[in-house]
């Protein structure tokens, strides 16, 4: 039990992707303006990693050594391409805002890098617990990331967009102006910063109070 | 003594993490199977991780392919009719393509049924996109969908269910800065449209330009969006690409008779708009 705790635990906080791994940060980086595209972008790659993990795990004694990376980036190509058309087929307006983010799921390091790590080496069952923990933490990043940089950047926070429903709330009154940087490109950098400059100063806490 | 004490906290860390790292968390599964690595081995592998991927996207696009369809279909229809009134037909099917071969553009037209049994074109949509622009958009491709009053040939304004004001400029497509140029979808720029012809008349000034005000500021009637001049000068571009497109083929839009449900011949007399002046000077 605790094992698996710990598997599944590990991607949200100590082996954080985005704020301890670093990886993955294209994605988070761009797609970050809204907590919305965050929350779309963060299920789309829990799914793609959740699939390759299991594909990957299912056939790690059958693959030999040698091919193996044009294996998993098969496997994992796949699986994006599977998400992109589902999405295009039935939220049509994610798809349209993510645009180009979601073919690049192929390359985010998260995914290779849990297949050559986890997957390649561990068990079914451990292999879905790591896919889950790290999509998991991917995606809470990039929903507060999002959320952050939507509330202060465009003063609204946005869970919820298809067709003509739309779950928005308001923070900053329309007529004054946000803090506009803050959905912009250098605005991702900011907030990430500051993310990773937050998770840092509670660790460096939590150690001293344990040593 | 004191060098023990400091090495056990330490220790601890490292301790922490060792059962959860990346490289460390062999089961061993991977080592106890050694492959021979022969090229046959290794190619027909491969060849058939990728066959099965194959088979899976071509099922997956079998199944996603009509409702891709729709949902772009769809898409376009709620364009279409944001920017139409409520039509006696449907202005998809009875839509007609114009323009030169190769640059055809295609003009729904919303029908009214009349009391005596015509149906006259009342207004149309017409679709145009960034392309050969002079005024390049910030970033990529802008789609604008433009509703026209085809008696007066302005573009349609009107009031919302809620009692909004609304002009019939939709932006189906972009992908300019958001918080920047993404204000183009804003009312508050696009009322610059209500009510303009070809000519940038409206119902309260004179004849002004297709520019923004930064580009003239006595003539040009656009308030471009502040920090997205380029933006709003694109979206301009393609308003008035639109009502070109009308203006050019305005005969043809009236009259010709392609899946509309009545027939035009008998709608033609009735039609209470003047012989539209023809020659339309470009501003």
């Given at each position: 039990m605790s094992d698996t705790s710990k598997i599944v635990s590990r991607g949200f906080w100590s082996e954080?992707?985005?704020?301890?791994?670093?990886?993955g940060l294209c994605p988070t980086l761009a797609v970050t303006t809204s907590a919305y595209n965050g929350l779309g972008m963060g299920v789309a790659t829990l799914t793609v990693l959740l699939g390759s993990n299991i594909c990957i795990s299912?056939?790690?004694?059958?693959?030999?050594?040698?091919?193996?990376?044009?294996?998993?980036?098969?496997?994992?190509?796949?699986?994006?391409?599977?998400?992109?058309?589902?999405?295009?087929?039935?939220?049509?307006?994610?798809?349209?805002?993510?645009?180009?983010?979601?073919?690049?799921?192929?390359?985010?390091?998260?995914?290779l890098g849990r297949a050559e790590a986890w997957a390649s080496r561990n068990t079914l069952g451990k292999s879905i617990l790591d896919a889950v923990g790290m999509g998991l933490g991917f995606t809470i990043t990039l929903f507060l990331l999002g959320s952050v940089r939507e509330i202060l950047g465009n003063?609204?926070?946005?869970?919820?967009?298809?067709?003509?429903?739309?779950?928005?709330?308001?923070?900053?009154?329309?007529?004054?102006?946000p803090i506009l940087v803050m959905i912009l490109p250098p605005g991702a950098f900011i907030a990430l910063g500051f993310f990773i400059a937050g998770m840092n100063a509670i660790q460096s806490r939590m150690k001293k109070k344990a040593g | 003594?004191?060098?023990?004490?400091?090495?056990?906290?330490?220790?601890?860390?490292?301790?922490?993490?060792?059962?959860?790292?990346?490289?460390?968390?062999?089961?061993?599964?991977?080592?106890?199977?050694?492959?021979?690595?022969?090229?046959t081995r290794l190619v027909l592998t491969l060849m058939g991780v990728t066959l099965v991927a194959g088979a899976a996207l071509a099922g997956a696009h079998v199944i996603t392919k009509d409702?891709?369809?729709?949902?772009?279909?769809?898409?376009?229809?709620?364009?279409?009719?944001?920017?139409?009134?409520?039509?006696?037909?449907?202005?998809?099917?009875?839509?007609?393509?114009?323009?030169?071969?190769?640059?055809?553009?295609?003009?729904?037209?919303?029908?009214?049924?009349?009391?005596?049994g015509s149906s006259p074109v009342v207004a149309v949509a017409i679709g145009q996109s960034s392309d050969g622009n002079k005024n390049k958009p910030y970033s990529g491709v802008i789609r604008v969908m433009v509703g026209i009053d085809v008696k007066s040939g302005k573009i349609r304004s009107y009031k919302t269910k809620t009692g909004k004001?609304?002009?019939?400029?939709?932006?189906?497509?972009?992908?300019?800065?958001?918080?920047?140029?993404?204000?183009?979808?804003?009312?508050?720029?696009?009322?610059?449209?209500?009510?303009?012809?070809?000519?940038?008349?409206?119902?309260?000034s004179g004849g002004k330009m297709w520019l923004t005000k930064k580009d003239n500021v006595q003539l040009g009637f656009v308030d471009a969006i502040s920090g997205a001049t380029v933006t709003s000068r694109a979206v301009?571009?393609?308003?008035?690409?639109?009502?070109?497109?009308?203006?050019?083929?305005?005969?043809?839009?009236?009259?010709?008779?392609?899946?509309?449900?009545?027939?035009?011949?008998?709608?033609?007399?009735?039609?209470?708009?003047?012989?539209a002046p023809t020659k339309e000077k470009q501003p």
């Open positions: 954080n992707p985005v704020l301890v791994l670093l990886l299912l056939i790690r004694n059958i693959i030999p050594k040698k091919v193996r990376i044009p294996c998993f980036i098969v496997v994992i190509a796949t699986f994006v391409t599977l998400v992109d058309m589902t999405l295009e087929a039935f939220v049509n307006n994610l798809h349209a805002s993510l645009g180009l983010f979601i073919p690049l799921i192929v390359v985010n390091c998260i995914i003063g609204t926070l946005t869970l919820f967009q298809y067709q003509e429903t739309l779950v928005q709330f308001r923070f900053i009154a329309k007529s004054t102006d | 003594m004191t060098d023990k004490v400091e090495a056990k906290p330490e220790a601890k860390p490292v301790a922490k993490t060792d059962d959860a790292p990346l490289p460390a968390s062999q089961d061993g599964a991977a080592a106890s199977t050694p492959q021979p690595d022969s090229a409702r891709i369809a729709v949902a772009k279909a769809r898409k376009k229809l709620t364009s279409i009719k944001k920017v139409l009134p409520k039509c006696s037909n449907n202005p998809v099917t009875d839509a007609i393509k114009v323009g030169a071969k190769g640059k055809k553009t295609e003009v729904y037209r919303c029908r009214k049924n009349q009391p005596d004001s609304e002009v019939a400029v939709v932006i189906v497509k972009h992908s300019e800065t958001p918080g920047l140029g993404s204000k183009a979808e804003d009312y508050d720029f696009r009322k610059a449209y209500v009510g303009r012809d070809l000519k940038g008349k409206d119902t309260t301009t571009e393609i308003v008035k690409k639109a009502l070109t497109v009308f203006n050019r083929n305005k005969t043809a839009i009236r009259t010709t008779v392609k899946g509309s449900p009545k027939p035009a011949t008998g709608a033609k007399p009735v039609e209470p708009i003047e012989p």
